[in-house]
């Protein structure tokens, strides 16, 4: 990154795409391209506080808080290149089948102490069957619904059927994690086991089930910055509530070990960009953040973040949640968050008044 004086041109435009998205108007592809290829350190900068503008406008000053239990660990039949799960590769990575109800109990009891709004049970398998397996999970999701203690959302991979997604609605499960993890065009490149299409099947099914969505990616993979940017619209297109942006903190033994960091700068401009294209969603920080941030992961919230994933993640670590809630604090932000956030969002193409640029997705077929 250049430390060049601030480009007046490029100033003003992005000033101007700030106004836009602080109206309620939608920038579109080519505008969010610029947005992404700035590159001098004081544009940065500049486009920082217009994302952290439109944080404030949209979401106020409430962060939402989640923590994941990584509830049947390693093994996975995915070739994920980016995964220590995968059993593809050799990781050291734990392996364990379904978790029992008392650590997802313990996870909801810590929870509700650090005001973390929700709990989801990741599980490293391909998808989710009818069958008994089914039945132990919707078990464990309500179990977490009338302890009250949290919300229970989900992450459990791919779903071929509607009846599956609505079971899982009956259960009580609210919100499921499904990441697209990068554009369609990348995709390949990191998983061949199974497609981007499976993943929006799944989020059809989800959708038509009433489940809100928990999708974003992963960034420092390889790709560009236009499947960052494709990624963003994508997301936005299928009508993400929640975005989670993972930094790939490279595992040793899966193919993106070597992957050289992107630069702390990079990282938070691309959270700015989220934050232009996706201005209601919630904007989730996860994995990696303390690796690749290091001393700037405070700046998330100014680069438009509004959720912070907290605890440790499935195989990695984190820094403590007392840290992040102290950091909140310290930042005047408040994790006491409202269910009703999720009612005001757009739900990106396809809604009344959308116009973006994105083609309307064709709902999925129900089995
Ligand atoms: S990311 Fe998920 S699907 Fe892919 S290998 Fe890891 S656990 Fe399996």
Not at 248 to 271: D, H, R, V, W, Y
Request: proline share 4%.
């Amino acid at each position: 990154m250049s430390s060049a004086t601030v480009d007046e041109s490029v100033s003003s435009r992005i000033a101007a795409l700030g106004r836009k998205v602080l109206n309620g108007g939608l920038i579109g592809r080519n505008e969010a391209l610029f947005l992404f290829g700035i590159e001098a350190n004081a544009d940065i900068q500049d486009l920082l506080s217009w994302a952290n503008r439109i944080r404030e406008h949209f979401k106020g000053n409430k962060v939402h808080l989640c923590s994941i239990v990584n509830a049947k660990a390693g093994g996975c039949s995915e070739n994920c290149s980016f995964c220590a799960q995968s059993s593809f590769y050799q990781t050291g990575s734990p392996k364990y089948g379904f978790v029992d109800p008392e650590p997802v109990d313990q996870a909801a009891d810590e929870a509700k102490r650090n005001s973390v709004t929700a709990v989801g049970l990741v599980a490293a398998w391909k998808g989710l069957n009818e069958g008994p397996m089914l039945d132990e999970v919707c078990d464990r999701i309500r179990e977490m619904k009338t302890g009250g203690k949290t919300r229970p959302d989900a992450s459990l991979g791919i779903i071929k059927n509607q009846r599956v997604a609505d079971r899982l609605k009956e259960a009580g499960l609210e919100c499921y994690g499904h990441n697209l993890e990068s554009s369609r065009r990348f995709f390949p490149k990191h998983c061949t086991t199974h497609t981007f299409e499976d993943r929006l099947e799944t989020i059809g099914y989800l959708k038509n089930a009433g489940i809100k969505i928990c999708s974003g990616g992963i960034i420092g993979m390889g790709e560009t910055r236009e499947d960052r940017c494709d990624l963003a619209f994508e997301l936005r297109a299928i009508g993400a509530n929640v975005v989670p942006i993972n930094i790939l903190n490279p595992i040793s033994g899966t193919p993106f070990e070597k992957n050289p960091p992107l630069a702390p700068l990079e990282i938070l401009k691309t959270i700015a960009c989220f934050r232009f294209i996706l201005p209601r969603q919630e904007i989730m920080i996860a994995g990696g953040r303390t690796v690749n941030l290091r001393d700037l992961q405070s700046m998330v919230f100014t680069a438009g973040a509004s959720a912070l994933m907290v605890g440790n993640y499935l195989t990695t670590l984190n820094q403590s949640v007392e840290k992040d809630l102290q950091m909140l604090r310290d930042l005047g932000l408040d994790p006491q968050w409202e269910d009703e956030s999720f009612t005001s969002q757009s739900g990106g193409c396809g809604d009344d008044g959308c116009s973006c640029e994105q083609p309307q997705r064709e709902p999925a077929l129900v089995e």
